[in-house]
């Protein structure tokens, strides 16, 4: 994502809450590739900056890991997992 990603653009000056909603709604379509894509970017954005999101963020966030608990893809399963390690260990 150009908001948190190694290749952020500095210029960007929209709130991490302004994107969230939008990755919402595209994991709502639980298509794989795209899920794939978002679980990246969320474990991106809470493993750099899971200490500065605020509540509404992380509410957010925790709204999508609902939606992927029942999920069987491997690569998703795995980035869950890893997903959830690093939020336990921000608390």
């Known amino acids: 994502m150009a908001s948190w990603s190694s290749q952020r653009i500095n210029s960007l000056i929209h709130s991490f809450v302004s994107v969230l909603p939008s990755l919402y709604a595209a994991v709502m379509y639980q298509?794989?590739?795209?899920?794939?894509?978002?679980?990246?970017s969320?474990?991106?954005?809470?493993?750099?900056?899971?200490?500065?999101l605020?509540?509404?963020e992380w509410d957010i966030i925790l709204d999508m890991l609902i939606l992927w608990v029942p999920t069987t893809h491997t690569h998703i399963y795995f980035f869950f997992q890893s997903l959830i390690q690093i939020i336990q260990i921000k608390k």
Request: proline share 0%; hydrophobic share 55%; charged share 30%.
């Open 42 to 52: 969320v474990h991106r954005l809470v493993k750099k900056y899971g200490k500065e």
């Open 31 to 40: 298509i794989v590739v795209v899920d794939l894509e978002v679980i990246l």
């Open 54 to 56: 605020s509540a509404v």
